[in-house]
């Protein structure tokens, strides 16, 4: 039966380690969380230092940053308890010590939550044979032990020791690379370098897409595909930056939808369980497979029941509001610009945004006052004027329904708040 090393040199069976005693996980998890604690930012005194006190042979050695994580599919790192997590991996992480700082062959940096990071020192001999040598073999020692595949980073290899801090780094960033290559062993030394990609493409992709699912056109997949790997070119290489970024594409998107078919509005506990279940995911395969999947089932949704005309009609009306909202709008204007009665053109528009004309005018200019209140030193009257109200007091009082003060008071609050912030 398989092993597992523990802390201070216990063993046991997996069984018996998942039943273990709940205060030896506390202790050991604490023990962990301490060594987590320890500062980060390393210079490159700090990293010679570890070295010489590791009391290792300078002369005729290449170092190789390396950098440990352990590989657990979501649904069962999810269903363990954090405790248990973060004692498993630093019963492996103890391991991966054992096996090069008992043979000297490296020196731990870092354990922390993620991973685990050290420097390998090798003979120049073992320069071709680094990665068979030395990784492999401890992905299969961890393997037989544990039951548990490993990542590893593999950072560039140098032969002096004024470029240790370069080699972690590289290590560091290799293994970081996992999220996007879904690759066990990521070198350094062969990784391609990233398109860069302006986040304006992103954006227009982003608008391509909803007129694309407004337009009910056939490739709106395929263009929901074209964001995702827009977001992958922008944040390759940041594991958190692009799950973030997902979630705020699939908000973003949310957000213009929800317009297209407000009784369909259930799917949006859906769509927020979707993006809890993002973060969870190792590889950028698996968010983009979860994201599109989430696609396949809304978009069907969106559509029922929603007449393709009138979803131009309204789609049309809101952009001439955007760009007329400090003029004198009436119902009655945007019901000739659509050749359908007062009466008829009021009750499609709330039907189709969930709001009535004045409503929806209202929050457009407010949203503009907004942003002249905290943007520029335009007087309250200038505002007002600026964003269609010929009438200040009832500018002021529309601003303070909205935001639950006076624009004068506004702007006041926020002036000292980013003051204070400085």
């Known amino acids: 039966m398989n092993t597992i090393v523990l802390v201070d040199g216990d063993t046991g069976n997996i069984s018996e380690f998942y039943n273990s005693d709940k205060i030896l996980l506390q202790q050991h998890s604490q023990n962990f969380i301490e060594i987590n604690a320890e500062e980060d930012n390393y210079s490159e005194q700090d990293l010679y230092e570890i070295f010489v ?6 002369t005729g050695k290449l170092y190789v940053g390396l950098c440990y994580g352990v590989l657990l599919e979501p649904e069962k790192a999810r269903n363990m308890s954090y405790e248990k997590y973060l004692f498993l991996k630093f019963s492996i992480y103890k391991k991966i010590k054992e096996i090069f700082c ?7 940096v870092k354990k922390e939550d993620s991973c685990c990071s050290l420097i390998a020192v090798i003979p120049e001999a073992d320069r ?28 560039e290899m140098i032969g002096n020791t004024s470029q240790l801090l370069r080699t972690y780094e590289s290590a560091k ?3 970081d690379l996992y999220f996007f290559e879904e690759k066990d062993i990521m070198e350094f030394s062969k990784i391609k370098k990233a398109e860069n990609l302006s986040f304006d493409v992103y954006e227009e992709l982003l608008e391509e897409l909803y007129n694309s699912i407004v337009g009910k056109d056939k490739e709106v997949y395929h263009k929901i595909e074209s964001v995702l790997n827009a977001i992958e070119y922008i944040h390759y290489g940041n594991k958190n930056a692009a799950i973030n970024r997902c979630i705020m594409f699939v908000g973003e998107l949310g957000k213009k939808l929800k317009d297209l078919n407000p009784q369909a509005a259930n799917w949006r506990i859906k769509q927020e369980e979707k993006q809890e279940e993002l973060r969870y995911q190792t590889s950028y395969r698996a968010v983009k497979d979860i994201i599109i999947e989430f696609y396949h089932y809304l978009i069907p949704v969106i559509y029922h029941n929603v007449d393709q005309g009138s979803v131009y009609e309204i789609i049309q009306i ?3 509001i955007q760009k007329n909202y400090m003029q004198d709008i009436s119902l009655k204007e945007l019901a000739d610009l659509t050749y359908v009665s007062r009466s008829y053109f009021s009750t499609a528009f709330k039907n189709a945004t969930g709001k009535n004309f004045k409503t929806y005018l209202t929050e457009v200019r407010m949203e503009e006052a907004l942003k ?20 200040v007091r009832f500018f002021v009082d529309a601003f303070k329904n909205t935001h639950k003060m006076s624009p004068l008071e506004y702007r006041k609050l926020h002036c000292v708040e980013a003051m204070q912030k400085k």
């Open 318 to 320: 809101k952009e001439y």
């Open 102 to 108: 008992l043979s000297k062959t490296g020196f731990v």
């Open 173 to 175: 960033y290799a293994y």
């Open 53 to 58: 006190n590791s009391g290792m042979e300078f």
């Open 372 to 391: 002249l209140v905290l943007r520029t030193n335009m007087k309250t009257y200038e505002i007002a004027e600026a964003v269609g109200y010929h009438n």
């Open 128 to 155: 071709d044979y680094f990665i068979e040598k030395y990784v492999v073999k401890s992905k299969q020692a961890i393997r037989n032990d544990y039951g548990v595949e490993l990542q590893v980073g593999v950072g």
